[in-house]
């Protein structure tokens, strides 16, 4: 299967535990973006990779999430501190430098 | 700033019937693309169709067909002969196509669509 991989599919953790996603691209694509969905919402963007260089990041994106792609290949996805409010389904999506965004099968985070 | 609107929460739509699926659209970018996504149950966000703000004509791919309204700022979707399989939940999203711009996609809230046999 050459698509978007997500690791893991569910966790459940409890509030004030750090949990860590991870997204592998298309190979070939070299532009990786993270989004949230809560539940009966459309996705939320959350931050962009080029390569390895983080180019945006939204406002959503607080101070306990960190996102990284070293060496411009996976990404992981960190939230420290969990709260419940960040109880969601977390969607990554690469690109090649032109066409269309391929979403991952998502992460779906439970903070208890 | 960007926004997208659906305003459908929720359709039904009979087997083997065209149902229609609203998405309004507000840009200032003259420059922009407007994308709709198919999310099943199993959570996966699934490429449907793509409609350029310069393409002259309507999108179409397979059974699917962009109905797009730059006056309007509308690109609705058209599904014509409805399978079960076609329910999900139905996203309209859009992208800014400036060199400056980062590709990042603006989502609606969402279409369920439900198709009756």
């Known amino acids: 299967d050459t698509g978007v991989s997500q690791n893991p599919r569910h966790k459940i953790t409890k509030r004030g535990q750090n949990v860590t996603f991870r997204c592998d691209p298309i190979s070939e694509h070299n532009r990786l973006y993270w989004y949230r969905q809560t539940l009966g919402q459309g996705p939320e963007f959350l931050t962009y990779f080029q390569n390895e260089a983080q180019l945006e990041k939204s406002r959503l994106l607080s101070d306990r999430f960190s996102a990284e792609r070293p060496k411009g290949s996976f990404s992981t996805l960190e939230i420290q501190r969990t709260e419940q409010g960040d109880s969601a389904m977390y969607l990554c999506?690469?690109?090649?430098?032109?066409?269309?965004?391929?979403f991952g099968p998502g992460t779906r985070l439970t903070v208890l | 700033a960007q926004k997208i609107t659906q305003t459908q929460p929720g359709m039904f739509v009979q087997e083997k019937e065209a149902v229609t699926l609203d998405c309004t659209y507000d840009t200032s970018d003259p420059s922009y693309g407007l994308f709709w996504y198919k999310q099943p149950s199993s959570g996966e966000m699934i490429f449907l169709i793509y409609q350029g703000s310069y393409d002259q004509q309507n999108a179409t791919e397979g059974r699917y067909s962009l109905n797009f309204q730059k006056a309007r700022k509308s690109a609705n979707l058209v599904i014509s002969a409805s399978q079960l399989g076609d329910s999900a939940m139905y996203f309209c999203?859009?992208?800014?196509?400036?060199?400056?711009?980062?590709?990042?996609?603006?989502f609606g809230q969402g279409t369920t669509l439900q198709v009756k046999p």
């Open positions: 999506a690469s690109r090649p430098p032109r066409g269309e965004q391929f």
């Open positions: 999203a859009m992208r800014e196509l400036g060199s400056s711009n980062t590709g990042k996609l603006i």
